[in-house]
């Protein structure tokens, strides 16, 4: 059973920065594409950033494009997600989650991830 853990949220203010960090089990984390999605309330969740297993092929929701950048650390099992210049409508709960299949593409799909975190939020307050 694969069990993610995302940690670094907290309370910032616009403009501000933070780096949230997804601490992965089991030996395969190199394997899968990884994602971070988020959902604000009363929003649906959302698709934020992805990156593939090598973490060659980043890929970026438009709305934080030039702000956020998503890494991985494959020895670590760790996947990050540095969030910088943050605007009051960042605020949400964010989740990593890992790819469905063996060394597939990023994906922007929820559908295309089956094991998810429980979530750490972010608050921006202007």
């Known amino acids: 059973q694969v069990q993610l853990v995302e940690t670094g949220g907290g309370l910032v203010q616009a403009g501000g920065s933070l780096r949230l960090s997804c601490a992965a089990s089991?030996?395969?984390?190199?394997?899968?594409?990884m994602g971070w999605f988020r959902q604000a309330p009363g929003k649906e969740r959302e698709f934020v950033a992805a990156?593939?297993?090598?973490?060659?092929?980043?890929s970026y929701a438009d709305s934080v494009k030039g702000r956020f950048t998503i890494s991985r650390d494959n020895a670590k099992n760790t996947l990050y997600l540095q969030m910088n210049s943050l605007k009051p409508e960042d605020t949400a709960l964010y989740y990593c989650?890992?790819?469905?299949?063996?060394?597939?593409?990023?994906?922007?799909?929820?559908?295309?991830?089956?094991?998810w975190g429980q979530g750490t939020q972010v608050t921006v307050s202007s």
């Open positions: 989650a890992r790819g469905a299949r063996t060394f597939s593409p990023p994906h922007s799909s929820q559908h295309e991830y089956t094991y």
């Open positions: 089991g030996r395969t984390f190199s394997n899968y594409a």
């Open positions: 990156i593939s297993p090598r973490g060659l092929t980043p």
